[in-house]
């Protein structure tokens, strides 16, 4: 399993909510592009990076501090919010992202959804599935504060058959606590959709949680508050980067 940190975005700087709180945000003084060059010299491959801003406001707000990590760093980044339409994905891969994440758009329009990934192939776009787990997780959109409609389930098996095959998986009400990941939610879903490739988010604290996200089969897991904290020590994930 891959261990990717994460980078959110509001007005330039990084930050973290709470269970994506935006009048509950903590700023953090580091720049981000200096905290991408210090994650990559340490091992990692991957870099996930939220536009906050355009993930409320449905517009790429943050994009010129997106394109200054991507263009400077040898990080394969994918990048989320604000993509609602065809024109701000183009922008993203034109940015030279690695990979686009997308999560209202898809959710709300189908034929869309299905349009892009036959005309970028799967392994370029991540469908953002984020959730507010319970008996019958919900997911939500419009930077978590609209309700879509639809069951994780449903829309899953949707984005399955329009030919997506990597999925970012997020507990919301676990995200930016540092209260433990739902590895029910994610083992649950790789027994759905063992031919698709899942990545975990939402309340990673420590080392061991990435060993318990691992043993349920998930592709990947993206960490933020953990790392930017040292929740996890830069040499655990320097391990974890280079496989030890």
Aim: glycine content about 12%; some cysteine; hydrophobic content about 40%.
């Amino acid at each position: 399993m891959e261990l990717i940190p994460s980078i959110d975005l509001m007005g330039g700087q990084v930050v973290r909510l709470h269970r994506g709180r935006f009048d509950d945000a903590v700023f953090y003084s580091m720049d981000a592009l200096e905290l991408a060059r210090t994650w990559s010299g340490l091992g990692a491959r991957s870099l996930h990076v939220v536009d906050l801003d355009g993930a409320r406001s449905g517009r790429r707000e943050n994009a010129d501090t997106i394109a200054r990590v991507v263009e400077n760093t040898t990080l394969a980044v994918q990048v989320g919010g604000g993509i609602r339409d065809d024109e701000s994905l183009e922008a993203v891969y034109a940015s030279g992202a690695e990979r686009a994440v997308s999560g209202s758009a898809l959710a709300e329009d189908p034929l869309r959804a299905g349009r892009w990934v036959k005309q970028y192939g799967p392994g370029r776009l991540v469908a953002a599935l984020d959730v507010r787990s319970g008996s019958e997780p919900e997911v939500l959109t419009r930077g978590w504060v609209r309700e879509s409609g639809r069951s994780l389930w449903e829309l899953l098996d949707l984005l399955l058959d329009q030919g997506y095959r990597w999925f970012l998986c997020t507990d919301v009400d676990r995200d930016g606590m540092l209260s433990g990941p739902n590895t029910d939610l994610y083992a649950e879903c790789v027994r759905r959709a063992p031919q698709a490739s899942f990545i975990a988010s939402g309340g990673v604290s420590r080392a061991d949680d990435l060993e318990a996200l691992a043993d349920t089969g998930v592709a990947a897991a993206v960490s933020g508050k953990a790392l930017l904290e040292g929740r996890i020590s830069a040499e655990e994930a320097e391990r974890c980067w280079r496989g030890e």
